[in-house]
């Protein structure tokens, strides 16, 4: 078993840890996240689902209170049924969807674009947007192109290229 903590509030750091590990510096958590330890992303709907069950199911806020994450951000999505977890399959689409042209990465998203599509779907529903809208695949695509999700796998993709590069060369 492998404890892993993934940081929601990472996009206020300024993705510090990813521009110094690519820059091969020497902070703790780009070397774990990157290089030391690292571990896939969301590798399918299945994977993507469980995941958004955390925001309905896992988290509460505030902490023990029995009210979801979801239900506090969106309560009248919350009230109407509407559950993150509806959204894996679009998602998954629109994660597809949104790779750099000629992609030939590993088919697993970071946490950090789930965490900041997800961020945008629960501020979208918390301003009244109807689940229904939020969820089309089309406004998941937008969703997920504001995220930065293609310059992210493009970097996922270099560095791939670049570890395969280095584990050749080591043998």
Do not use: N
């Amino acid at each position: 078993m492998r404890l892993c903590v993934i940081s929601t509030a990472s996009v206020q750091f300024f993705d510090e840890p990813l521009g110094l590990a690519l820059a091969g510096g020497a902070h703790a958590a780009a070397r774990f996240m990157l290089a030391s330890a690292p571990f896939h992303g969301v590798r399918d709907e299945d994977e993507l689902g469980l995941v958004l069950d955390g925001y309905d199911l896992a988290l509460q806020w505030p902490a023990d209170s029995g009210i979801s994450y979801t239900e506090v951000l969106a309560p009248q999505a919350w009230a109407a049924g509407s559950r993150m977890h509806q959204l894996a399959p679009c998602l998954m689409q629109a994660l597809q969807a949104e790779l750099p042209a000629g992609y030939s990465g590993p088919t697993d998203y970071p946490m950090k674009t789930i965490t900041q599509v997800c961020r945008h779907v629960l501020l979208r529903l918390a301003a009244g947007a109807r689940p229904e809208d939020v969820g089309r695949e089309a406004v998941l695509r937008e969703i997920v192109a504001a995220s930065g999700h293609r310059l992210l796998m493009s970097l996922v993709a270099a560095l791939g290229q670049r570890q395969r590069g280095v584990r050749r060369s080591a043998t």
